[in-house]
């Protein structure tokens, strides 16, 4: 269903303007070449420090709270795999009850929520819906590498067709995940909530601008991350960020937002280049035939039709009004 969404409280990320603090201190304990705590860097930079964040267990929550220790400079909550978006509605709705009875005074913090792909397309995906469905004002993140990387590299819906994993491996009558990748952006965008997005580190500018509007817009927002990770992927760990450019340079990952039901691709490429060198510098899939990459191919080109008929259809009007320049 298409809306209209005022997003006149947008407040845009130059070169210029960039926030330089990043509510996750250095010496947390991520892998060398970790993308995914770059993204989430990347995230509260656009956010500051008036947010509560909601952390649903996987790689980001171990690597930040050893404890007694905490990389985390502002309010934090540990949560399990299945109720992020449980316990951040929960969050957002105590925030606003303080505020209905006078106990509390002025704008909200943002609530926010960071969970894997495990914790949001399957395990957590019931608490997800029902955020959704119910409009709190909460912006929910998956950072999505593609698999259950902190308890072993174990598939989830979100890995891709064609990737060895430890529960999904590759052999002689076995060509690793054997289904697509669920497409979570779409399955959230169905709940008719007014911003939906892609981003990826490697377009930092693109990621944090989708943040802050995500934080503008009166109800529930989510932004799908992707977020590379080197050990379990099999990839060199100098090259995430290049790793993450390529992703959408091939069209393995479009970047794009839904405003209100209307498509908006942010980064277009003209001339993509071919999905083979996206796959040839992972490990995960080396075993892949010919006649495979040509199939993963067509399933690219398919699905970046797809989005392309969507924009064409329904387009998202262009920024204006109160789009504006941070001081």
């Not at 409280?9 to 996750?24: A, C, H, L, Q």
């Not at 951040?88 to 943002?110: C, H, V, Y």
């Not at 040509?294 to 398919?302: E, H, L, R, T």
Request: proline share 6%; glycine share 8%; charged share 20%.
């Amino acid at each position: 269903m298409l809306r209209d969404v005022d997003l006149s409280g947008y407040r845009k990320i130059t070169g210029k303007n960039v926030p330089r603090e990043s509510m996750v201190a250095s010496g947390h304990r991520a892998c060398q070449g970790c993308v995914e705590v770059l993204a989430m860097g990347m995230v509260t930079r656009a956010v500051g420090n008036d947010c509560i964040i909601c952390n649903a267990t996987g790689c980001m929550e171990i690597i930040t709270s050893p404890y007694p220790q905490t990389a985390w400079k502002t309010p934090w909550i540990h949560v399990a795999f299945e109720n992020a978006g449980a316990v951040a509605s929960g969050i957002e709705a105590a925030l606003q009850s303080l505020t209905r009875k006078g106990k509390r005074k002025g704008p909200l913090p943002t609530v926010l929520a960071f969970a894997g792909d495990g914790a949001t397309a399957d395990i957590g995906l019931q608490s997800l819906s029902g955020a959704l469905e119910r409009g709190h004002k909460l912006i929910y993140v998956c950072l999505d590498n593609e698999a259950y990387m902190n308890t072993g590299v174990q598939r989830s819906s979100s890995t891709p067709f064609g990737a060895s994993t430890t529960t999904s491996p590759a052999g002689k009558k076995s060509i690793g995940q054997s289904t697509r990748k669920k497409n979570l952006p779409a399955i959230c965008a169905a709940h008719d909530i007014p911003y939906v997005a892609t981003c990826s580190p490697a377009f930092h500018l693109d990621l944090m601008n989708k943040v802050r509007k995500a934080m503008a817009v009166d109800g529930p927002a989510y932004l799908h991350i992707y977020s590379v990770c080197p050990t379990g992927w099999g990839a060199k760990p100098e090259i995430g960020i290049s790793l993450s450019k390529l992703a959408v340079e091939t069209n393995v990952f479009p970047l794009y937002e839904i405003i209100g039901g209307r498509y908006n691709i942010t980064k277009k490429v003209t001339k993509p280049k071919p999905v083979l060198d996206y796959l040839k510098v992972q490990r995960r899939f080396r075993h892949l035939t010919e006649s495979d990459v040509a199939k993963i191919q067509q399933q690219v080109d398919d699905s970046f039709a797809y989005l392309n008929t969507m924009a064409a259809t329904f387009p998202a009007p262009k920024e204006k009004g109160g789009a504006k320049d941070e001081e």
